[in-house]
C-alpha cells in the first residue's frame, strides 16, 4: 500500500526542545507538524529494551489515538565505559523534573577515573500509521564527553558531549552547527531517502 504522500504528522514527544529540533528537520518537506504534548496526549510508557522499541511504542500510540501519521524520537546518550549507559533511560536519569544537570552529574561521577570517555548519541525515528504499520530510523552520532559542561544551547546532555573532529560541545554550537552532523540529523536522512519519492 502506497503510504506517501505525508502532509501532516504528530510529533510523538512532550519535549519541546526535541520537537522543534523535528520540526525543524521536517520544515524542507512542507510537513505540518503538531507535538503531542500541544494535543494533550498522554505519554505511554516506554517497555522496550532498545531506542527502536521504545520509538514504535510512542510512535504507535501517537498515530492510534490522533488518527494521524506520528512520528517519534527515541534516543540518548551511550557511554562505552558505562557498558552503553544511560542508553534508553537517558531520560529518566534526569528524573521527573528533567533535571539534566543532575543527569549529567551522575554520568560524570559513574565514570568516575575511567579513562575511556568516549560516547555516542543514538537516534531511532519511527514512522507510524493509525493501522499500526511502522518503519524505523536510526542514526549515531560518535564523541568524546567533557567536563564540566560547556555552553547553554541545545539539551539535555549537549554540554558534555562533544562530537569528534569538533572543539566545541553539542551545547556550545550553534543550532545550524549542530544540525548538520547530529544523530538525529543522520537519522532524518534515512527518512528523507523514504520521503524523496513524494518531494
Same mark, same amino acid.
Given at each position: 500500500?502506497d %503510504?506517501?504522500?505525508?502532509t501532516e504528522?504528530?510529533?510523538?514527544?512532550h519535549?519541546a526542545?526535541?520537537a522543534r529540533e523535528?520540526?525543524?528537520?521536517?520544515a524542507? !518537506?512542507?510537513i505540518?507538524t503538531i507535538?503531542?504534548?500541544?494535543? =494533550?496526549?498522554p505519554e505511554p510508557?516506554?517497555?522496550?529494551?532498545?531506542f527502536?522499541?521504545?520509538?514504535?511504542?510512542?510512535?504507535q500510540?501517537?498515530?492510534e489515538?490522533?488518527?494521524?501519521?506520528a512520528l517519534?524520537d527515541?534516543? =540518548?546518550?551511550?557511554v562505552a565505559?558505562?557498558?552503553?549507559?544511560?542508553?534508553?533511560?537517558?531520560? &529518566? /536519569?534526569a +528524573?521527573?523534573?528533567r533535571? $539534566?544537570?543532575?543527569a549529567? @552529574? %551522575?554520568?560524570e &561521577?559513574e565514570?568516575?577515573e575511567?579513562v575511556?570517555?568516549?560516547?555516542?548519541f543514538v537516534c531511532?525515528?519511527?514512522?507510524a /500509521?493509525?493501522? +499500526? @504499520? !511502522? &518503519?524505523c530510523f536510526e +542514526? &549515531?552520532?560518535?564523541g568524546?564527553?567533557? /567536563? *564540566?559542561?560547556? +555552553?547553554?544551547?541545545? $539539551?539535555? !546532555?549537549?554540554?558534555? $558531549? %562533544? *562530537?569528534l573532529g569538533h572543539d566545541?560541545? $553539542?551545547? @556550545?554550537?550553534?543550532?545550524?552547527?549542530k544540525?548538520?552532523?547530529s544523530? %538525529?540529523?543522520?537519522?532524518f536522512e534515512?527518512?528523507?531517502a523514504y520521503l524523496?519519492?513524494a518531494?
Amino acid at each position: 500500500m502506497d %503510504r506517501l504522500p505525508i502532509t501532516e504528522l504528530v510529533i510523538a514527544s512532550h519535549n519541546a526542545g526535541k520537537a522543534r529540533e523535528i520540526a525543524a528537520l521536517l520544515a524542507p !518537506y512542507d510537513i505540518k507538524t503538531i507535538s503531542t504534548g500541544e494535543l =494533550g496526549l498522554p505519554e505511554p510508557e516506554e517497555t522496550g529494551k532498545t531506542f527502536a522499541e521504545n520509538a514504535a511504542i510512542k510512535a504507535q500510540a501517537a498515530a492510534e489515538r490522533s488518527g494521524l501519521v506520528a512520528l517519534a524520537d527515541d534516543s =540518548g546518550l551511550s557511554v562505552a565505559a558505562l557498558g552503553g549507559a544511560p542508553g534508553i533511560h537517558s531520560a &529518566r /536519569w534526569a +528524573g521527573a523534573a528533567r533535571d $539534566f544537570r543532575a543527569a549529567m @552529574e %551522575r554520568v560524570e &561521577r559513574e565514570l568516575g577515573e575511567a579513562v575511556d570517555r568516549s560516547a555516542s548519541f543514538v537516534c531511532c525515528l519511527c514512522l507510524a /500509521w493509525p493501522d +499500526g @504499520e !511502522y &518503519r524505523c530510523f536510526e +542514526g &549515531r552520532c560518535g564523541g568524546t564527553l567533557v /567536563w *564540566p559542561p560547556r +555552553g547553554d544551547h541545545g $539539551f539535555g !546532555y549537549d554540554p558534555i $558531549f %562533544r *562530537p569528534l573532529g569538533h572543539d566545541e560541545t $553539542f551545547g @556550545e554550537m550553534a543550532p545550524e552547527e549542530k544540525h548538520a552532523i547530529s544523530h %538525529r540529523t543522520r537519522a532524518f536522512e534515512k527518512f528523507a531517502a523514504y520521503l524523496l519519492p513524494a518531494a
